[in-house]
């Protein structure tokens, strides 16, 4: 998937540095959710490539545990992609 995808990957990894660091920065909320929103696509569909083919097997129940780990390392590179579409407001 990095291999592939390696130019979306860099440019979301830099938008979801900088709004990690400041998650108060509406600028860096709002490239943070353009950019993701795309690479969360591209993560999707490598997430179906690579169950899609188990679920038809004989290791149909293994599908989700593989399904879980994939993304375990998704969020290993960005802790915050739950957040991407996600509308935050701060208590004043």
Not at 16 to 44: C, M, P, S, W
Not at 56 to 73: H, I, M, Q
């Amino acid at each position: 998937m990095w291999e592939e995808n390696e130019t979306a990957l860099r440019k979301f990894q830099d938008a979801h540095d900088t709004y990690k660091a400041n998650q108060r920065n509406t600028g860096a909320k709002t490239a943070f959710d353009t950019v993701g929103k795309e690479v969360l696509e591209l993560i999707h569909t490598w997430d179906q490539r690579l169950c899609t083919q188990m679920e038809r097997g004989k290791n149909g129940v293994f599908s989700s545990k593989v399904s879980e780990k994939f993304w375990a390392e998704v969020k290993k590179d960005f802790p915050l992609i739950d957040l991407v579409g996600v509308e935050v407001s701060f208590a004043q």
